[in-house]
């Protein structure tokens, strides 16, 4: 499928390998306009991190390789704006949004979104709602972190799609949904 109105968004770039995966494509396609929106929260801090997850990074299982990145000088945004420049490829981001995907607005309508802010029920259901909102209505959907048919039924059911499968899993959290609409 080749994007109606060039539109891509991306929920959840951590420090921006998967946008870089995104940039590339856009630069090695025809269609090296399109438009490409990224919005993550922009860790930088344990401060931020209690405050956006109602945990201590100290406490959390990834602790130290999540405290590498929100310590480091600037946060996540900052690496994942050093990973695009060190990579040529931040041209090919239109804007770069920091915060909740709740508060991000825009007009544009999406016709690929590539989202990794699907970690469990609770996020499923607080963001493909609006994620939906922001979608064409024939588009696709891919999110990162769905580990089971159950989540899996739950983002297409919500997002009423027409097609869905599940990647082959390769670790704990490397599973991935697709979800098509029309």
Sequence with gaps: MVPSN??????????????????????DSNFNSLRYDIVDYGIAGAKEWEERFGVSVFDDPSGPEVAD??????????????????????????????GDIKDYAVETKFDFVFCDATHGEEEIEKNIPIIARLMNKDAILICDDIVTENQADLVAAIWNSTTHYMTKETGDYS????????
């Design 6 to 27: 060039g539109s891509i968004l991306e929920v959840g770039s951590w420090i921006g390998r998967s946008s870089c995966c995104i940039a590339l494509g856009i630069r």
């Design 69 to 98: 990145v929100i310590f480091h000088p600037g946060g996540t945004v900052a690496l994942l704006k050093k990973n695009l420049v060190d990579r040529d490829l931040s041209r090919y981001v239109t804007m770069i949004s920091l």
């Design 175 to 182: 599973k991935m949904g697709v979800f098509v609409r029309g």
